[in-house]
Nanobody
Framework: VQLQASGGGSVQAGESLRLSCVASRSGYAVGWFRQAPGKEREFVSF????????AYAESVKGRFTISREDAKNTVYLQMNGLKPEDTAVYYC???????????????????WGQGTQVTVSS
């Protein structure tokens, strides 16, 4: 599975961005992770390719919304109320086959996109 993430940019605190992740084919779940300089990659959100199951990190709950457009094999991450601490490179990842996990660990995903930079200034 090939993934292309886009939509990052530089914004002021409180503004919004929408990230897109286009997959060459669908899988079982798509996750968004982020990595700030000097920090480990951390879970942001995931959604299953079928159904409506989704989850968010506590730090983004209520501000970020994950959604998908099946016809385009695309998953979006709508980010509202951005804060400086949201600054990071954002990666999308795909789990291609069913897995009995909670999808919050990088180890649960097999394919990764190249990342898109999000910079939020105060």
């Amino acid at each position: 599975v090939q993934l292309q993430a886009s939509g990052g940019g530089s914004v002021q605190a409180g503004e919004s961005l929408r990230l897109s992740c286009v997959a060459s084919r669908s899988g079982y779940a798509v996750g968004w992770f982020r990595q700030a300089p000097g920090k480990e990659r951390e879970f942001v959100s995931f959604i299953r390719w079928s159904g409506s199951s989704a989850a968010y990190a506590e730090s983004v709950k209520g501000r970020f919304t994950i959604s998908r457009e099946d016809a385009k094999n695309t998953v979006y991450l709508q980010m509202n109320g951005l804060k400086p601490e949201d600054t990071a490179v954002y990666y999308c990842a795909v789990r291609s086959i069913e897995y009995n996990g909670d999808y919050v660990s990088t180890r649960e995903y097999e394919y990764w996109g190249q990342g898109t930079q999000v910079t939020v200034s105060s």
